[in-house]
């Protein structure tokens, strides 16, 4: 769920130019590119898996390590699900004069459009084993139809 880069020592340049992405997978490319037009000041962007189970509206996101109650917010606006999240994970090892302390943090956020009629006390978050699953009903003239020819008029 990390955006970090990987860097290691050995190699040529420390910065990645999203143009030696696109000889790693087209998905590098893009992810490279969305990073570069993210703001540095705003949250990073989380990764969701999102689909139709059958008239339900599944989108599911990775977040180990928070705490639900506290550190995750999901809301409704202005016609978009909205996720947040803060992440802040402290370690600290002492052995024998020696003091070693690792933290990790950082926020992120995604906002995922959804279609007209659907009704925020519809929507159901539960978050189990590290994973947020929200779950928005899709409304009934919603769903997809049969597409219908046009007349076309000569002027």
Do not use: C
Not at 85 to 109: I, L, M, P, V
């Amino acid at each position: 769920m990390s955006d970090l880069l990987k860097w290691s020592p050995f190699s040529s340049s420390r910065r990645t130019s999203p143009f030696t992405a696109v000889l790693r997978s087209p998905s590098d490319l893009l992810d490279s590119v969305e990073r570069m037009f993210d703001s540095a000041a705003g949250p990073a962007p989380i990764r969701v898996d999102e689909y139709v189970d059958g008239k339900t509206l599944v989108v599911r996101a990775e977040m180990p390590g928070v705490d639900p109650d506290k550190d995750i917010e999901v809301t409704m606006d202005e016609g978009y699900l909205r996720i947040r999240a803060e992440r802040q994970e402290k370690e600290e090892h002492k052995e024998k004069g020696r003091y070693r302390s690792e933290f990790r943090y950082g926020s992120f956020s995604r906002n995922i459009p959804l279609p007209d009629g659907v009704k925020e006390e519809d929507i159901k978050a539960t978050y189990t084993n590290g994973v947020l699953e929200v779950r928005a009903p899709l409304p009934d003239e919603a769903q997809a139809t049969e597409p219908k020819k046009l007349p076309i008029t000569r002027g």
